[in-house]
């Protein structure tokens, strides 16, 4: 199930914030960083986005058959100066033991579709460029249009964004279940 997030998810967006980037960017990222980071320090940075309101920054979970949240995306205005037209998805993350079964596309699809409904055009996301995620964007539609430097945990990397110039391209494909059949996904 896909559902807005509340207050009460905190705990369990922070955990798999945390647990995420451990396994996602073990061996991208510095080890040091990583074993750093903690779930109060992003539970905090979690109380501070859910208390983001209007339209323009959104945030949905996943939860598995026994209503864990297993999964997140949130997303928004796009934060680089490009023009106001487009949104941007700033992170799907999805616990390992959960990935490649779909959680991915429906949260893609979830926050690309609030995003039209807020008034967004087109969207981008950007990923660290040895992300596996990249090929997720990418099947999903997402075209290089952007690379930039960041620093984490004192290593240059660099960061590729892949872009949606209409939305609803992303939209349409997160909703198709990657199968034989390609039928539409049944929340």
């Not at 926050?111 to 055009?121: D, R, V």
């Amino acid at each position: 199930m896909i559902r807005p997030a509340t207050l009460d998810d905190i705990p369990a967006i922070a955990r798999v914030h945390v647990d995420s980037w451990r396994t996602t960017y073990r061996g991208i990222v510095p080890d040091q960083y990583l074993d750093q980071m903690s779930y109060e320090q992003s539970e905090a940075r979690w109380q501070k986005w859910l208390a983001i309101k209007g339209n323009y920054h959104h945030i949905f979970v996943a939860q598995d058959q026994t209503g864990e949240v297993i999964g997140f995306a949130n997303g928004g205005a796009e934060r680089t100066q490009l023009p106001t037209c487009w949104g941007e998805v700033y992170a799907i993350y999805i616990l390992q033991a959960y990935q490649r079964q779909g959680y991915g596309r429906q949260l893609a699809g979830a926050i690309a579709s609030q995003l039209k409904q807020s008034g967004f055009a087109s969207t981008l996301v950007w990923a660290l460029i040895n992300n596996p995620a990249c090929k997720f964007y990418q099947a999903l539609g997402g075209q290089p249009i952007r690379q930039q430097r960041i620093n984490i945990g004192g290593k240059d990397l660099i960061e590729i964004a892949f872009g949606w110039a209409d939305i609803q391209v992303l939209i349409d494909k997160a909703l198709v279940q990657k199968n034989t059949n390609d039928r539409p996904i049944q929340n």
